[in-house]
C-alpha cells in the first residue's frame, strides 16, 4: 500500500509503502446505483442526512443561473467551487429542479458515510477498509501502479475513468463523454471484474483517517486509527484534474466527516467470505 513518488500530496500520508495482508472477501463490481439505493429507500423508508439538514454540496458548474444569485459558496480554500444548495439530496443530486429519471444506473450521490453503513447493514454487506480498497482497485498488476490499468492516464489515447477534462473548475471539453456522472460500469473493469473504481466518484471506506496511519499499521488486516473525525474516501471523481487533485489514483487519500454528502461521493459494498 502508500506511495512514496513525487506525486502525491504530503498531507494525506500516502506514505510509507508497507506491506499488508488481507482476509479474503468480495467486492461490488461497481458504486452502488441510484436503482439500488432506490430499493433500499423503498424497503425501509429511510431518509438520507442530506434530507434531514434540508441541503448539500453542489458543484457551482452544475448550478443554475438562479441558483448562481441564490447560493452560499463554500469559504475553504480549495472548495470554492462548492455551493450549498438547499433541496439538493440523492434524489435531486443538483437540488431542485434536478432528478435521477435517466440516471438510474449512474451511481447515487449525495450520501454520506452515516447513509453509506445503513445501505450496508440493509443489504448484509459492509463498506471496505481502505486497505481492502486499495488491493481491489490495483487489479491484480502488482504493487506501484498509479492507475487499475498501470502507470499512463490515457493508454493509446484512449479514455480509461471519467474525470475532468479542459481547465479546472472554469472548463470541461467533456471529451470523456462526461459532465457529470457516468453510469456505474462505464469503461472496461479492471483485473478482479471492478467498474470505475478511478474517477467518476469518491468512494466511502470503513475507516477513520490518519495521516499518519500508514507508519503505525498493523500487517494483518488494518482496520484504521481507532477514533477519529473523518473518515476515508477513495477513487478520486469526475471532479479531479491534474492541475490540483490528482487523487484519481489507487495509491491516494482523502477524506471527509462522516455527515458530509456532496455530488460527487458514493460507495461500493464488499462482504465477507
Known sequence: MGNERDYGFAPDGEGPVHTVQLAPFWMDAQAVTNSQFNDFVNATGYKTESEKFGWSFVFIGHLTPNQLRTSVRAVVQGSEWWCRIDGASWRHPEGPGSNI?????????????????????WAGKRLPTEAEWEFAA????????????????????????????????THN??????????????????????????????????????????????????????TGERRVM???????????????????????MPDSATGNLGFRCVRDT
Open 173 to 226: 471539453t467533456e471529451a470523456d463523454g462526461f459532465f457529470g456522472t457516468a453510469p456505474a460500469r462505464s469503461y472496461p473493469a479492471n483485473g478482479y471484474g471492478l467498474y470505475c473504481v478511478t474517477g467518476n466518484v469518491w468512494e466511502w471506506c470503513w475507516d477513520f483517517f490518519g495521516d499518519d496511519y500508514y507508519r503505525l499499521s498493523p500487517r494483518d488486516n488494518p482496520l484504521g486509527p481507532d
Open 138 to 169: 490495483r487489479g491484480g498488476i502488482g504493487q506501484g501502479n498509479r492507475f487499475p490499468w498501470g502507470d499512463e492516464l490515457e493508454p493509446d489515447g484512449k479514455y480509461r475513468m471519467n474525470v475532468w477534462q479542459g481547465v479546472f473548475p
Open 234 to 256: 477513495r477513487g478520486g471523481s469526475y471532479l479531479c484534474h491534474a492541475s490540483y487533485c490528482n487523487r484519481y489514483r489507487v495509491d491516494a487519500r482523502s477524506s471527509n
Open 101 to 121: 429519471k435517466k440516471r438510474w444506473e449512474h451511481p447515487v450521490v449525495q450520501v454520506s458515510w452515516h447513509d453509506a453503513i445503513a445501505y450496508a447493514q
